[in-house]
């Protein structure tokens, strides 16, 4: 299955905007993607620049990588509730889409909100991503002309 394929799959279309829900009712899923880079890696658009909307939450602790300093599943917990992400798997429609530079540390962290009973789908790299859903909004423009 290719990728896009299986993001088609995955991603839950976004409810549309309402004039009392439109704040952020179109931008769903960008309340869904997790970038673990590290800042520098951020700011110098290591996998490609910033997906609008995503969430930082870097995997490596004071940027220290994981084969010196492995990051545990209650470490990485602490560092989503710092970035402003509600632990409650409930309080999230769909899965979480993980990138990194690359996609290596962004499949520890899908372990790790499987582990706290989140959905999570590993994104690659942020260009991999931004590629994917730029697919799904095409097909959804398709849909709504049919």
Not at 30 to 54: H, W
Request: aromatic share 6%; net charge neutral; charged share 20%.
């Amino acid at each position: 299955m290719s990728i896009s394929l299986f993001f088609f799959l995955m991603i839950r279309r976004p409810p549309r905007s309402t004039l009392s829900s439109s704040s952020a009712a179109s931008d769903v899923y960008k309340r869904q993607v997790l970038d673990v880079r590290d800042v520098n890696e951020v700011a110098a658009a290591k996998g490609g620049v910033t997906v609008p909307g995503a969430v930082h939450a870097a995997l490596n602790m004071d940027g220290i990588p994981q084969r010196v300093q492995p990051t545990s599943v209650d470490q990485y917990a602490q560092t989503l509730i710092d970035a402003g992400v509600e632990l409650n798997p409930q309080s999230h429609a769909s899965p979480f889409i993980v990138h990194c530079s690359g996609g290596g540390r962004a499949a520890k962290v899908v372990g790790f909100l499987k582990e706290l009973g989140f959905e999570a789908v590993n994104g690659g790299s942020p260009d991999d991503v931004r590629s994917c859903w730029e697919q799904v909004q095409a097909r959804q423009r398709e849909q709504d002309r049919a």
